[in-house]
């Protein structure tokens, strides 16, 4: 399976260096967010110890269009390179990403997910964190309509295709 990572050109350098596009999120940003989700169950609760890379699913790049998260990509994170590359075995998992999207936040009459207020922020973010399900082969993203990926494992540079952003918005119609 194919996925596209967004990167900043001194990101880029410092992944080229290494030699691996390596993880680095975690599965809870700060305590905080541990102390309000609660702890995952299952196979997730040894998520939480592992580093990730956030990834999007190529065959499912057009649900971010069409949720606009890629204009919330580029606002926040302002990217200046996409990172092709093919998710390698290990324990990875996807997210369902829809209910934070810009057009949920819409139909809630905010912008942004950090202005929605903080009790319903907090149901939105235990859906989000359940809707985890362990990512392998088979999974066809049923039921999830604008996936997430979470790469556990290392990624060697000779495998992935650099591209621009704006090669990849001419490419990707976005």
Partial sequence: ????????????????????LQPTTSFF???????????????????????????????????????????????????KYVLEFNIPPGLHFVREHV????????????????????KQKLAIWKRYLKSSKRLSNKVKFRGIKVPELWVAAKVPMSSVKVI???????KTSW
């Fill in 164 to 170: 621009t952003i704006a090669q990849f918005k001419r």
């Fill in 1 to 20: 399976m194919r996925a596209y990572h967004f990167v900043k050109r001194k990101t880029l350098k410092a992944i080229q260096k290494s030699g691996f």
């Fill in 29 to 79: 940003q700060d305590a905080e967010d541990k102390r309000l989700y609660g702890e995952p169950v299952g196979v997730f609760r040894k998520a939480t110890l592992g580093k990730y890379t956030c990834a999007i699913p190529k065959s499912r790049f057009h649900s971010w269009i069409k949720s606009r998260f890629t204009q919330e990509l580029e606002f926040f994170f302002k990217p």
């Fill in 99 to 118: 209910m934070t999207s810009p057009v949920a936040m819409q139909k809630l009459g905010v912008k942004w997910f950090r202005e929605v207020p903080r």
